[in-house]
């Protein structure tokens, strides 16, 4: 199945679909905090239960000839503190093979942010190395998302650099680049920081259509109703909160199709005005 905005082609690849409690990511909401939205919340985004969908997938987009993925989710093999992301061992390289995008094929990777759920497989285990996934890709890392991440001594941030970031980067498949990237004329990278410093998402323009894919300005559609709502894995939770409204007047209205990173949604949605706020619409 693929989303089309003018001539580029989005197919989501699902790696997990979870639904969490609001500990897990948005402490603020909770089910009481989310009944009032529960008209447009559910089904898709909010479960009989009060509790957050929340899906890792991954976006192939071809757009100007290119096999394009955003986001690599969580990957297999890889040892995460996090339960849920510990040692998976998913099917997901057979699913992306079947939309048509054999690894060999890919050939430009985006990445969003460089977060354990964005970049899993950007590598994978052979014979217990680390080897990049996409051997015929251009990784595209924002200058200053490398640099953040580099600079990180966490335990957490090691891990992720060293088993999904350092070994494309020893390949010299890594290209740094600007947080206004073109990426091909119909995709560029706009900077939306705050979830991390250097965090960006990705604009389509095709044929007068527009689209938007958040990588993590976002996490769930109940940010639209409270952008104010932090998310416990912002780096700079007050510069996240100014990107979201930000983001929000730039999407909203109609005026752009959004497609959510994390989003458990079957379809691209509009952003449309809702009380003082915002609420996401299918049409
Ligand atoms: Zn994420």
């Avoid at 559910?42 to 100007?64: I, M």
């Avoid at 290119?66 to 989710?73: F, G, L």
């Avoid at 990784?139 to 200053?144: D, G, S, V």
């Avoid at 206004?180 to 960006?200: A, D, F, M, S, V």
Wanted: aromatic share 8%; glycine share 6%.
């Amino acid at each position: 199945m693929a989303w089309q905005i003018g001539d580029v082609s989005i197919t989501p690849v699902i790696e997990l679909d979870l639904s969490v409690d609001a500990s897990f990511i948005l402490p603020d909401a909770t089910p009481e905090n989310l009944a009032p939205d529960f008209d447009w919340l559910q089904p898709h985004f909010v479960d009989e239960n009060g509790r957050l969908k929340f899906r890792v997938q991954a976006l192939l987009v071809e757009s100007c000839g290119h096999k394009i993925i955003i986001d690599t989710c969580v990957g297999n093999d890889k040892q995460r503190t996090t339960p849920e992301f510990n040692q998976l061992n998913g099917p997901f390289l057979d699913d992306i093979a079947k939309s048509g995008f054999e690894r060999e094929a890919v050939d430009i990777v985006v990445c969003t942010h460089l977060h354990y759920d964005h970049v899993g497989w950007n590598t994978m285990k052979v014979n217990g190395k680390w080897i990049p996934t996409f051997p015929n890709a251009r990784y595209i890392i924002a200058q200053p998302e490398f640099a953040h991440l580099s600079n990180h001594k966490d335990e957490s941030s090691v891990q992720t650099f060293g088993d999904s970031v350092a070994p494309i980067f020893a390949a010299g498949l890594v290209e740094l680049v600007d947080c206004n990237y073109q990426i091909t004329p119909e995709l560029q990278l706009i900077p939306t920081p705050g979830h991390t410093p250097g965090h960006c998402s990705v604009a389509i323009s095709s044929r007068g259509q527009k689209g938007m894919i958040t990588g993590d300005v976002m996490h769930h559609p109940c940010q639209c109703r409270h952008p104010e709502w932090e998310c416990n894995a912002d780096t700079f939770p007050q510069q996240a909160e100014i990107t979201r409204k930000e983001f929000l007047e730039q999407v909203g209205d109609r005026n752009t199709l959004v497609i959510g990173t994390h989003w458990s949604s079957p379809a691209p949605v509009y952003v449309t005005k809702h009380e003082m706020a915002w609420k996401v619409s299918f049409d």
